[in-house]
């Protein structure tokens, strides 16, 4: 026995490089989908079989239409119970009643209670079943996982998914003539209760114990707004999520002809579960055999363009087939095309195309497409079944000239989508030239992607070879391997280590000796990532590997080898008691205090701080606090890093500290951001509070905007509320910047528009005061008055220069929050214009702005544009804008000046009211004697007594 379980090991170990510490996640988590899926095709083909047995395949059309309602509501209610409630309690419960319905409706048959509306809801709740478990176990999976072992891990896990395809249809197809298809609910149930005692100890035993609040926010947070929009402002994903609309509607029409002329052919419910069994597993166990041998080569001969007609072209052939022969073999022959190619090639092509596509974007439209475009194309599907099969009375044959029409469109589409990779793709790598390189730049306008990339990687700037290299992390192409491999000899330490981490995930293909040199690289990260790959890749022991470099003679190798071994045992319980991970780093704290060499003791404190940050162990969390105080920047720019990979709350109050500090700013940002989504609770609570000081709070806009979510957009606006003009604008930029990444987001458009009109008040109030002092500057006064009022005429040179510059911030400000309701590039565009030293680029920019503004908006602003536009401000000036507005005299300028926000502008017009010596003011400046500022209080003190004696 013992030397059966050494061997299942040594199997999972090798094959499917599942390692140390894993085995039990692993194994759970795929014995979780095979029972789900296994429960899945027993009750699919029974409600089928039962389906079309009594009511006919003329029911098929009205099913789909109510399966696409229900499972649009029920999604709906599930987004908000997610985001509400524990993952953990709603899986459970989800099973529960998934096994109490399965019951209810193996009673209902077993006591022949086959009513009509029985039925519907059966086929109803099954089709729901499938989307909402799949759903949440994938979700459950990437808490189990970080993205390190989802890489490696997510492939032995789906295999389990496509066995119990296989497993629960041969079940079916095996008992159903033995037991009846009244009994096989019963079955189902029997295998699904099994998955609810997995899932609790998965939680309570892999995600409990070693995980924050954080890391679960982190790793289950998607974008919360309607991800709708993001989709229509990108043709690319239009196209893509219209392919896979058509593809569902086809697939729809397939499965009707396939069901319809089954049951015509087959009128006995049990043979017909047992049939639809049996297929169902048949065509899994031929999608899985082309997956393993076909897809890739297929992809790999004729590339990505061309591999999206393969399974319209296959559909395009079996419905020819079931018109002229409208028999059970044609129509297997169509399903069978449909089934095994569209989860083979026809998957890896669509996921090829959605490569240009940002990961973060890609995720959340993917979840999208997935339950809202299926969701709305089986409707479709059941709307067009119904017009052609209960309207036109067409027999089943005839659906294939629906499908042959539809084959056209989806060619066309698939047309339209290659020419917006190849375009997308060449647009991103273009986005991310070097400007200092520009005579670089490469042009393979006449090239296919693939040679476009391949230019990239020989020849392009390092920009440009990142941007490439860390698309091929999300889908390696072993067509470029040869090029990501000669870049570990790069001579830039960062793309040998973004070469060395692409290269992680070409599984196939074994460098291990060409990548040993390299953990003796000059640089730390290049040992590191060389490691990372080695322990990946090494064929032999992964253990004895590690253990051999830990005791390596030099110190770095060492220490990268430590690091290595953290980053792997994180959330890695067993690994790290196998490692006695604990014991080391100890030992390196024992050492560190005996060593001499001054660039041994900081690199050791380096490498320890990585590794204690990276293993996430928690009673050597005081080594990082205690670093946080260190001298040395670089030493305590890595206790915060590693404070922010543990992502535990305690660390965050620290943090925050370094904000206000050049040297450690960056990084506080970094181990920040590293928190996730769940950061922006802390930010809002210290904002409601009042916790955090100016010059801690102007940096977390930089932070918040790198959080693609709802939630960023709210606390960025409750920043634009604040007094501080330079934290509105830094809000400000941020909130331009989520527009322009997330434009799905919504950015509250009436209040955008009250500020626009609150910044253009200001701006009108600041141009009047300036005209008020400019006029009483006025070159006119005598020389003998200008020498007696030099004091005054410096404060009022003064008090310009700070106009002028709120002006500037004024019109910036405007510009902005116009960017949050149009396009912001446009509106960037037009204020960048508006800058420029040639008159023809500026009246462009103001006919593109008259063009773009509503009617309301352009008789407030147009006017403010123009002004900006004078070389000089005077009063004649002001009044040839016809603003229809009272010009002020200068006792009203100073007056509301003193009551606005900007602290500044008001000591300087205190200190201007102090050397003007006028009584007529004191009024005017006793209001601020017990003011909150104390250095206005000063200013207010002051002027008084100077009035007072004038």
Not at 486 to 501: M, W
Not at 542 to 549: G, Q
Not at 560 to 578: C, F, G, Q, W
């Amino acid at each position: 026995m013992e030397k059966l379980k050494k061997y299942y090991i040594h199997l999972l170990r090798n094959v499917f490089d599942i390692r140390e510490g894993e085995y039990r996640r692993a194994i759970l988590m795929q014995l979780n989908i095979f029972l789900i899926i296994s429960t899945l095709l027993i009750v699919k083909p029974t409600v089928n079989g039962l389906f079309l047995a009594k009511l006919g395949a003329e029911s098929l059309p009205l099913v789909y239409v109510l399966v696409a309602i229900f499972a649009g509501l029920v999604s709906l209610i599930y987004s908000k119970l997610l985001s509400r409630k524990s993952l953990n309690n709603i899986i459970t419960n989800t099973l529960s009643w998934s096994v109490l319905i399965l019951i209810t409706f193996g009673i209902l048959l077993r006591l022949n209670f086959l009513e009509g509306w029985v039925l519907y809801i059966f086929y109803i709740w099954v089709a729901i079943f499938a989307v909402l478990t799949a759903s949440q176990f994938w979700i459950l999976a990437n808490i189990v996982f970080n993205p390190r072992e989802a890489k490696r891990l997510f492939g032995f896990i789906g295999a389990g998914a496509i066995a119990g395809g296989i497993f629960g249809g041969y079940l079916t197809s095996l008992i159903a003539d033995l037991i009846g298809s009244e009994n096989l609910p019963f079955v189902a149930a029997f295998l699904l209760v099994f998955c609810i005692p997995i899932t609790k100890t998965i939680w309570n035993k892999e995600v409990l114990p070693g995980q924050t609040k954080f890391q679960r926010k982190k790793r289950t947070q998607g974008f919360d707004a309607n991800p709708f929009a993001l989709i229509k402002k990108s043709k690319h994903l239009t196209y893509l999520a219209v392919i896979i609309g058509i593809s569902v509607i086809v697939a729809k029409l397939v499965d009707y002809q396939f069901s319809a002329i089954a049951a015509l052919k087959i009128p006995d419910s049990d043979e017909l579960t047992a049939f639809f069994g049996f297929w169902f597993s048949t065509f899994n166990l031929i999608s899985l055999g082309i997956q393993l041998f076909i897809t890739r080569k297929v992809v790999g001969v004729f590339g990505v363009g061309t591999s999206l007609f393969i399974l319209p072209m296959g559909i395009m052939l079996g419905a020819l087939l079931v018109l002229v022969f409208p028999e059970l073999w044609a129509v297997i022959f169509l399903k069978l095309i449909d089934g095994s190619l569209k989860q083979s090639v026809n998957k890896s092509a669509i996921e090829l195309m959605a490569l240009p596509i940002p990961l973060e974007i890609k995720n959340q439209t993917k979840s999208f497409i997935d339950v809202f475009v299926d969701s709305v194309a089986t409707g479709i599907s059941g709307l067009i079944l119904l017009f052609l099969v209960t309207g036109l009375d067409l027999s089943t044959r005839f659906i294939s000239l629906m499908i042959i029409v539809l084959f056209f469109l989806w060619i066309y589409f698939a047309l339209k989508i290659r020419e917006e990779y190849i375009r997308s793709f060449k647009l991103k790598v273009d986005q991310n030239k070097d400007v200092l390189q520009k005579k670089n730049d490469i042009d393979f306008s006449k090239d296919s992607v693939l040679s476009g990339l391949k230019k990239v990687l020989q020849q392009g700037n390092d920009k440009q070879i990142i941007f490439v290299l860390n698309k091929l992390k999300e889908l390696p192409d072993e067509r470029l391997f040869g090029d990501v491999f000669r870049l570990i000899g790069h001579s830039s330490a960062l793309i040998r280590v973004e070469a060395l981490q692409c290269l992680y995930f070409y599984r196939s293909i074994e460098i291990s000796d060409k990548v040993l040199p390299l953990i003796n690289d000059p640089d730390q990260q290049v040992k590191i990532a060389a490691f990372e790959y080695l322990i990946g890749h090494s064929p032999e022991n992964r253990v004895e590997f590690l253990k051999k470099y830990l005791q390596d003679k030099d110190y770095k190798v060492r220490g990268a080898a430590m690091v290595s071994l953290s980053i792997e045992t994180r959330d890695n319980p067993e690994l790290k008691e196998l490692f006695n991970l604990e014991e080391r780093i100890l030992k390196k704290i024992n050492t560190i205090s005996v060593l001499k060499d001054k660039e041994e003791i900081k690199f050791q404190k380096l490498i320890l701080m990585k590794s204690i940050g990276s293993a996430k162990i928690q009673s050597y969390f005081y080594i990082i606090k205690d670093f946080l105080k260190e001298e040395d920047p670089e030493l305590v720019n890595q206790a915060i890093i590693s404070a922010g990979t543990t992502m535990h709350p305690d660390f965050i109050p620290e943090l925050y500290l370094f904000l206000a500090n050049d040297k450690t700013r960056e990084a506080a940002k970094s181990a920040l951001l590293n928190f996730g989504p769940a950061i922006l609770d802390s930010f809002n609570e210290k904002i409601k509070n009042e916790e955090l000081a100016i010059e801690y709070l102007i940096h977390v806009p930089s932070i918040v905007e790198k959080i693609g979510i709802q939630p960023s957009v709210e606390l960025l606006f409750i920043l634009l509320d604040k007094d501080d003009i330079q934290l509105k604008m830094e809000a400000l930029r941020s909130l331009n910047n989520l527009k322009e990444k997330f434009p799905q987001l919504k950015f509250h458009q009436k209040l955008v528009i009250k500020k626009i009109l609150n910044e253009a008040h200001l701006y009108m109030e600041t141009l009047f005061a300036l005209n008020a002092q400019i006029t009483a500057m006025d070159p006119k006064v005598s020389n003998l008055e200008m020498e007696q009022f030099e004091n005054q005429s410096k404060a009022r040179k003064n008090l310009i220069d700070l106009l002028e510059r709120r002006l500037d911030g004024n019109l910036e400000r405007i510009f902005r929050l116009l960017g949050l309701k149009y396009p912001p590039d446009d509106i960037l565009t037009i204020y960048s214009s508006l800058q420029s030293k040639k008159p023809e680029m500026r009246f462009n920019a103001v006919e593109f702005l008259d063009n773009l503004l509503e009617t309301n908006l352009k008789r407030v602003l147009l006017p403010i544009v123009e002004t900006a536009l004078l070389d000089n401000i005077s009063e004649s000036n002001i009044r040839n804008l016809n603003l229809n507005l009272k010009i002020p005299n200068e006792f009203e300028c100073l007056s509301t000046l003193l009551d606005g926000r900007d602290s500044k502008i008001k000591m300087a017009v205190l200190y201007l009211i102090t050397q003007m010596m006028n009584k007529d003011y004191i009024p005017l400046v006793e209001k601020y004697i017990n003011h909150d500022n104390p250095k206005i209080r000063s200013f207010a003190e002051q002027a008084i007594l100077a009035l007072k004696k004038s």
